[in-house]
């Protein structure tokens, strides 16, 4: 696929807005407004940040939000396409005053051929639609032409770390990493993938899974030095 049409032209599915904002969320979604990335800023951005992680589809923004205020020597992008979860992570930024992360409130596919080579030390991607139906796969974000993409804007031995706690889903993820050679899954034994890495903090989705009997699994995988 060409990588114009696909960071200009993906499909989403799924509604973008929920329940009616509350007066909460409006007032953080205009609050926050600086908070948020412009396509036509991305060339200068990279240039000033050093140490980038992308979160995909944030939700509440527990992992993003916790993750910058323990880190302060990394600069957090989270993207995420839906109005009722920009605002409740918006409001948490602004409450915190957090000055290293910044939203992208979209599909991250439209701006992703943006991002310079090895621009990004690491990508987050917990508990992803998984749109469990045959019929639906495509639906999926990881998909063939999805990890080509990111492949080349991740800096040499980046990591990319997905969590899921449904097995269909488990299954795909492991199949379509592991058909593309340029990712080394990071793995020794079964306790690397059942137990959340130290860089990742509990969500709600997490939560949800286990009070549910799901058990969430956490697949982490390593960019591979291809020589040339």
């Known amino acids: 696929m060409n990588i114009e049409n696909y960071r200009e ?7 973008r807005k929920g329940r009616r904002l509350s007066k909460t969320g409006k007032l953080s979604i205009k609050k926050g407004k600086k908070f948020l990335i412009k396509k036509e800023d991305l060339k200068n951005f990279f240039k000033l940040k050093k140490n980038i992680i ?16 323990k880190n302060s020597e990394y600069f957090y992008i989270g993207a995420d396409p839906f109005l009722n979860t920009n605002a409740k992570c918006l409001n948490k930024i602004i409450e915190y005053n ?3 992360v910044m939203i992208w409130p979209d599909d991250i596919r439209k701006i992703l051929g943006y991002f310079p ?5 690491a990508i987050k991607i917990l508990f992803p639609d998984p749109w469990p139906k045959k019929k639906h796969e495509n639906r999926r974000l990881i998909q063939n032409e ?25 299954t795909w993820i492991l199949e379509k ?18 137990i959340r890495p130290n860089d990742c903090f509990k969500t709600k989705y997490e939560i949800k899974a286990i009070i549910q009997k799901r058990k969430p699994n956490w697949f ?4 591979k030095h291809i020589l040339s």
């Open 9 to 15: 032209s993906p499909v989403f599915y799924g509604r």
């Open 177 to 194: 990493f592991q058909g593309y050679k340029k990712f080394e899954w990071i793995v020794k034994s079964s306790k690397d993938w059942q």
């Open 98 to 100: 957090l000055n290293n």
């Open 117 to 121: 080579l090895e621009s990004i030390s």
């Open 54 to 69: 992308l979160e995909i589809g944030f939700g509440d923004g527990e992992n993003l939000v916790n993750s910058a205020k």
């Open 146 to 170: 999805f990890i080509e993409t990111i492949y080349p804007i991740i800096k040499p031995k980046g990591t990319i770390t997905i969590a899921t706690d449904h097995d269909i889903l488990k």
């Open 220 to 223: 982490i995988f390593q960019k």
